[in-house]
Nanobody, 123 residues
Framework: QVQLVESGGGLVQAGGSLRLSCAAS????????MGWFRQAPGKEREFVAA????????YYADSVKGRFTISRDNAKNTVYLQMNSLKPEDTAVYYC????????????????WGQGTQVTVSS
């Protein structure tokens, strides 16, 4: 069982930056692939970024590629999402998730979810 707690969300102007953190409980964190998803009002939850258990492989949605960076520190049981050059369309609740099997872009693949953190980008 893994519990995930996101933090770092807030209000930022367009062009600004935020760093989200996701702290995980449990000794098996280093074996899980981790992902970030987001959900804007009235829209489905969508994939943002994922990272392999080792941290050596990452994958991004086209909409954030070149602006967002996912990373992890297995010693701290934490995964991060550095968000730069933020746009109003990045406004959403951001969720981290853990996948027991493999790195995936599909939300159905993930076994554990955090409660989400709100990111609002003003124009």
């Amino acid at each position: 069982q893994v519990q995930l707690v996101e933090s770092g969300g807030g209000l930022v102007q367009a062009g600004g930056s935020l760093r989200l953190s996701c702290a995980a409980s449990g000794r098996t964190f280093s074996t899980y692939a981790m992902g970030w998803f987001r959900q804007a009002p009235g829209k489905e939850r969508e994939f943002v970024a994922a990272i392999r258990w080792s941290g050596t492989i990452t994958y991004y949605a086209d909409s954030v590629k070149g602006r967002f960076t996912i990373s992890r520190d297995n010693a701290k049981n934490t995964v991060y999402l550095q968000m730069n050059s933020l746009k109003p369309e990045d406004t959403a609740v951001y969720y981290c998730a853990a996948d027991e099997r493999k790195m995936s872009t599909m939300r159905e693949s993930y076994n554990y979810w955090g409660q989400g953190t709100q990111v609002t980008v003003s124009s």
